[in-house]
């Protein structure tokens, strides 16, 4: 069984900070991409950011310039550093992994709310 955890969620103010984090456990094959996806009330889950094992990345365009994601492979997490928070970012952000034998993992979940 393979457990994800996520942490660093919180609640900010507009143009703030946050860094979250993502730690992968148990039997895992081999890591392939990891990334974060999001979830706004009353709105479907979407991508936010990946990187793949090879290092390549790939960002939703409305974080942009904002946000990056990092990996620390030895310890199997995934990192969001999200700066510049905007209240349109408010969501449930989940972590999401996909190893080599197209098995594919999520996180709880951690909230995140961007308010004055």
């Known amino acids: 069984q393979v457990q994800l955890v996520e942490s660093g969620g919180g609640l900010v103010p507009p143009g703030g900070s946050l860094r979250l984090s993502c730690a992968a456990s148990g039997s895992i094959a081999s890591i392939n991409t990891m990334g974060w996806y999001r979830q706004a009330p009353g709105k479907p889950r979407v991508l936010v950011a990946t990187?793949?094992?090879?290092?390549?990345?790939n960002y939703r365009d409305s974080v942009k310039g904002r946000f990056t994601i990092s990996r620390d492979n030895a310890k199997n997490t995934v990192y969001l550093q999200m700066n510049s928070l905007k209240p349109e970012d408010t969501a449930v952000y989940y972590c999401?992994?996909?190893?080599?034998?197209?098995?594919?993992?999520w996180g709880q979940g951690t909230q995140v709310t961007v308010s004055s």
């Open positions: 990187k793949t094992s090879g290092g390549n990345t």
């Open positions: 999401n992994l996909w190893d080599f034998r197209s098995a594919n993992y």
